[in-house]
């Protein structure tokens, strides 16, 4: 017993550290790259309207990558004591996420549904909580629906986790087709949701508003 309780806080040490990138952000050499956008683009950087836009745009990243800074177990923290044992569903979490390939960002909707295992549950926040941090790194939408999907499996142990995400992709929306309103869908499904087709389906339809 001893031993895999060793064993699984050392799994999540290594999970930590892959995730998470604890070095901060260069604020400065961000700005220097604006900058030489700027300089690519035939502008000139000192220009009065763009001469703090390096500065802003350092900083937005910033801001729009502070999930990698975050350890997103944390907020995988079970309440205690509860006896609810029935599926439940969070619709609707809005998330902005940026392109891996493009940075450029990504907006869309996150549901989670999960059947909890011995009481086991998550207040509502904490899960919003979990697809912000997971949301706010360098993505692409299949991993970010993957990555909220695999911690709260993990760190919850439920019978099974389902999570879809909707989203328009700015880098599909802006340029090319333009495709104004094209949406992609991703889903992750473990445990119960994978090898029950019935409890799949129900959560799906109570997602989606389709009976
Ligand atoms: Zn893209």
Known sequence: METMATKFSEEN????????????????????????????????PERP??????????????????????DPNQHVVPLPGDKHDEMVIVKDISIASMCEHHLAPFVGKCHIAYIPKEGRILGISKLARLAETFSRRLQLQERLTTDIANTLFAGLKPIGVMVVIEAAHTCMTLRGVRKADAKTVTSAVLGG?????????EAMALITGRE
């Open 13 to 44: 040490q290594n999970m930590k550290s892959v995730e998470s990138n604890p070095s901060p952000v260069d604020l400065e050499l961000i700005a220097q790259g604006v900058r030489m956008i700027l300089e690519g683009l035939g502008e000139d």
């Open 49 to 70: 309207g763009l001469q703090e836009t390096p500065r802003r745009v350092a900083e937005m990243y910033a801001e729009l990558t502070s999930g990698l800074r975050e």
């Open 193 to 201: 949701f994978r090898t029950d087709p019935r409890t799949r389906a």
